[in-house]
């Protein structure tokens, strides 16, 4: 085990929950600061915008550990206190409230900020973002029957805020500028959500948007590329995000052009630096290209991974990380799981059930390999897709049981 004393987490979320967690239960006993801008306890985000969002449950219920699990683990916690500069040269994390956090290695689990839409980049009552605890609770006040919600951005974010803003009697439109959801699960699943949307009252409009329109100091809709506008009570921009690493500028630390901390196959940044989490950019195995994923389970994941090689040394067997990527998303009802990339796939081939009658598992080929896979309600033929995503099998597997001969 490496002889490292001090090891700073930047980063209180899943990522850096986890990596903390990991490294104690791997032996390590030294100083362990886990340092978060937010001064909530570590919560888990995906609820914000299903379980928070409609009121079914409470801040409290998103916390990621309770007191006494946190204060099992030994840690110096930092919480309300942003991290503003890294300094390697003396091994020091410099954070907003003026403190200083000195480390020997570093795991960075920062995550991602929320992209804006022009006229609303500082707060502006009744523009809203969903990324945090307060964000999704100020949106969820705004949220009465009747109440005009727009929802900009085509992603898993928009369409599960989107199906619970409806579900609470909001007249929700939602804006896209491409087929929704089809990048992330595929054009077939996407085309079955978005009518489930349309079913549900949910307007779907295409379009560029431009900027929020503010009036009297509140936002009042959206302004689109071609001029015209989209009036509402509240809006929901939900287009993405970018890495929050800003606060490594002048660190060393390699970024690439997105904001994303450029890691190894190991998940280092260089000599004591490791990334885990929404912000780190590893080579994928398969590809040799550099990915990030925004996913849970790749938050703990790759936390995990990262905690291992910090403990192994420089000269100890790492481990290289090579996940299958998981999401989920509930929408109506409905749980929607896939492993791998859906999206982007040449074929569709349904092994199990129909998406007529909501229950399903498909493999999703691409170039004659199984790249993904996506599901409802078919866990079982769901979980043997993900064997296949993982070994990027041919398709047709040379398994799959050939018709039978027709009876002269």
């Given at each position: 085990?490496?002889a490292?004393?001090?090891?700073a987490?930047v980063?209180?979320?899943?990522?850096?929950?986890?990596?903390?967690e990991a490294?104690?239960?791997?032996?390590y006993?030294?100083?362990?600061?886990?340092?978060?801008a937010e001064?909530?306890?570590?919560?888990?985000?995906?609820?914000?915008?299903?379980?928070?969002?409609?009121?079914?449950w409470?801040?409290?219920?998103?916390?990621?550990?309770?007191?006494?699990?946190?204060?099992?683990?030994?840690?110096?916690?930092?919480l309300?206190?942003a991290a503003?500069r890294?300094?390697?040269?003396?091994?020091?994390v410099?954070l907003a409230?003026?403190?200083?956090?000195?480390?020997?290695?570093?795991?960075?689990?920062?995550?991602?900020r929320?992209r804006?839409l022009?006229?609303a980049?500082?707060p502006?009552?009744?523009?809203h973002?969903?990324?945090?605890?307060?964000?999704?609770?100020a949106?969820?006040?705004e949220?009465r029957?009747g109440?005009?919600?727009l929802?900009v951005g085509?992603?898993l974010?928009?369409a599960?805020?989107?199906?619970t803003?409806?579900?609470?009697?909001?007249e929700?439109?939602w804006l896209?500028?491409a087929?929704?959801?089809?990048?992330v699960?595929?054009a077939?699943?996407?085309?079955l959500l978005t009518?489930?949307h349309?079913d549900?009252?949910v307007?779907?409009?295409?379009g560029?948007?431009a900027?929020?329109?503010?009036?009297?100091?509140r936002?009042?809709?959206?302004r689109?590329?071609?001029?015209?506008e989209?009036?509402?009570d509240?809006?929901?921009?939900a287009?993405g995000?970018r890495p929050?690493?800003?606060?490594l500028?002048?660190?060393?630390?390699?970024l690439e052009?997105?904001?994303?901390v450029?890691c190894?196959?190991?998940?280092?940044a260089g000599?004591?630096v490791?990334a885990a989490g929404?912000?780190a950019?590893?080579?994928d195995?398969?590809?040799?290209?550099?990915?990030?994923?925004?996913?849970?389970?790749n938050?703990t994941?790759?936390?995990?991974c990262?905690?291992r090689n910090?403990?192994?040394g420089?000269d100890g067997?790492r481990?290289?990380?090579d996940?299958?990527?998981y999401l989920w998303?509930?929408?109506y009802?409905?749980?929607?799981?896939?492993?791998?990339?859906?999206?982007?796939?040449?074929?569709?081939?349904?092994?199990?059930g129909?998406?007529?009658?909501h229950?399903?598992?498909a493999?999703?080929?691409?170039?004659?390999?199984?790249t993904g896979a996506?599901g409802?309600a078919?866990a079982?033929?769901l979980?043997?897709?993900?064997?296949?995503?993982?070994?990027h099998?041919?398709?047709p597997?040379?398994?799959?049981?050939q018709p039978?001969?027709?009876?002269?």
């Open positions: 085990m490496t490292v004393r001090e090891v987490v980063g209180a979320g899943a990522a850096g929950l986890h990596a903390a490294l104690r239960r791997a032996g006993d030294g100083r362990l600061t886990l340092i978060g001064d909530e306890l570590p919560y888990d985000r995906p609820p914000l915008s299903k379980q928070l969002l409609d009121g079914q409470q801040p409290g219920q998103l916390t990621l550990r309770t007191p006494e699990a946190l204060a099992e683990l030994r840690l110096d916690l930092r309300g206190a503003e890294l300094d390697r040269a003396t091994r020091t410099h409230d003026g403190g200083r956090v000195r480390c020997e290695a570093v795991v960075l689990a920062t995550g991602v929320p804006r022009p006229g980049e500082t502006l009552p009744g523009a973002v969903l990324r945090t605890l307060a964000d999704a609770l949106l969820r006040a949220l029957p109440v005009r919600l929802v085509g992603g974010l928009g599960e805020a989107a199906a803003a409806v579900g609470l009697g909001a929700v439109t896209v500028s087929a929704p959801l089809a990048a699960l595929g077939d699943t996407a085309a009518g489930l349309r549900h009252g307007r779907i409009r295409r560029a948007a900027a929020v329109v503010e009036r009297g100091g936002a009042v809709g959206v689109l590329a071609d001029g015209s989209l009036a509402a509240a809006v929901l921009t287009i995000s929050a690493t800003e606060w500028a002048g660190s060393g630390v390699p052009a997105d904001g994303g450029a190894d196959a190991h998940c280092a000599p004591g490791w929404d912000a950019a590893w080579p195995p398969r590809t040799g290209r550099r990915r990030r994923l925004e996913q849970r389970t938050a994941e790759q936390a995990l990262a905690a910090l403990l192994a420089p067997a481990q290289v990380y996940p299958v990527p998303s509930d929408q009802g409905l749980r929607v799981q896939a492993f791998g990339s859906p999206g982007g796939a040449d074929r569709f081939e349904v092994v199990d129909s998406l007529a009658e229950r399903f598992a493999a999703c080929v691409r170039e004659g390999r199984v996506v409802i078919a079982r033929a979980r043997a897709l993900r064997a296949r995503v993982a070994a099998d041919p398709w597997p040379a398994d799959r049981p039978a001969a027709a009876l002269s």
